[in-house]
């Protein structure tokens, strides 16, 4: 079914219901003339259709276009499956989902004194401005979720020359796939095998840094081939250090011989950055913890401070 603009609609103070007007502009802070626009995550407000139309039977009556304050009224897409930093292309705008649904204001709000309840707070969603540009009743809506790209990097002279079969990669690969399905998200994962080279070890985190995540597995203890923590802490803009401490801690009471790695965990740009051990079972206690963090991890660096 195609997406589509049914409705939008502007109000010039809060606490008001928002009216039809044919045509808004977006600007980078929102729809220009409407009480919501500002320099926050949530300038721009949707609703389906599809929900509004939920409502009105379980409410016993009709509402128009607006009345739940949204600026774009939606028909074709169950707007509450999406998720933040999916994407929309609306006419010429781009809007970046922030936001799914929002606390409800209860008695200060006019539909639900009038019959109990309201669909804004459970499905509506809210986008920031991406691109400026100006939408229409009736424009077309592309609907682009995001997908994360995720590179894993296993460091190894012998698994790099064939003489014996990368296990610890595939499974961050296999893990981290399993993590994103599990939230509902699309991802990339791409996994390579190097050899022991500082040189090349730099090249290749330079070259993923157009990733969501790098992780690299091998090269975290004290031998003499043990430089990966060596090469990527220097490069790390913001390291953080309670998710490796954390492991350290949990997996070292057990076992001593787990305080000897000297795994780090940090940003560089935009990109979250892990090295993991060698090892199968290292690779599944480290991810154990490490995905607990990812999803606010990756929300705080898009500038979005969801719990």
């Keep these: 079914m195609e997406i589509k603009v049914v409705s939008v609609n502007i109000s010039e ?87 799914i649904g929002k606390k409800c204001h209860g008695d200060g709000c006019a539909i639900y004194r009038e019959v109990g309840n309201c669909v804004m707070p459970k499905e509506g969603i809210f986008c920031r401005v991406i691109k400026p540009g100006k939408i229409r009743e009736t424009d077309r809506i592309e609907y682009l979720p995001r997908v994360f790209k995720v590179k894993v990097i296993t460091l190894s002279d012998r698994a790099s020359a064939g003489e014996y079969e990368d296990r610890s990669g595939p499974r961050v690969v296999q893990l981290i796939d399993e993590y994103f399905t599990s939230l509902g998200w699309k991802s990339e994962i791409e996994g390579v095998i190097i050899p022991d080279d500082t040189n090349l070890l730099r090249k290749r985190m330079v070259d993923a840094l157009n990733s969501d995540i790098v992780i690299t597995t091998g090269g975290t203890g004290i031998g003499p081939r043990d430089f990966t923590v060596d090469v990527i802490k220097p490069m790390l803009e913001k390291e953080i250090p309670g998710i490796m401490e954390i492991i350290r801690v949990k997996y070292g009471s057990e076992k001593p011989n787990a305080l000897v790695s000297r795994g780090v965990a940090g940003v560089i740009g935009s990109t979250l950055v892990y090295t993991l051990p060698g090892s199968v079972k290292a690779v599944e206690e480290y991810l154990s913890e490490i995905t607990k963090t990812i999803r606010h991890s990756i929300f705080m660096l898009n500038g979005l401070d969801l719990h």
Aim: hydrophobic content about 35%.
């Design 13 to 99: 103070k809060k606490g008001t219901v928002k009216v039809p007007v044919g045509e808004i502009t977006i600007d980078e802070k929102g729809v220009q003339g409407d009480a919501h626009a500002g320099n926050w995550h949530r300038q721009v407000s949707l609703l389906g259709t599809e929900s509004i139309r939920k409502f009105e039977n379980q409410a016993g009556k009709t509402f128009r276009y607006g009345e739940f304050a949204e600026n774009i009224t939606t028909e074709g897409i169950v707007l509450y499956e999406t998720k933040p930093l999916d994407r929309f292309i609306i006419g010429d705008a781009i809007l970046e989902v922030t936001q």
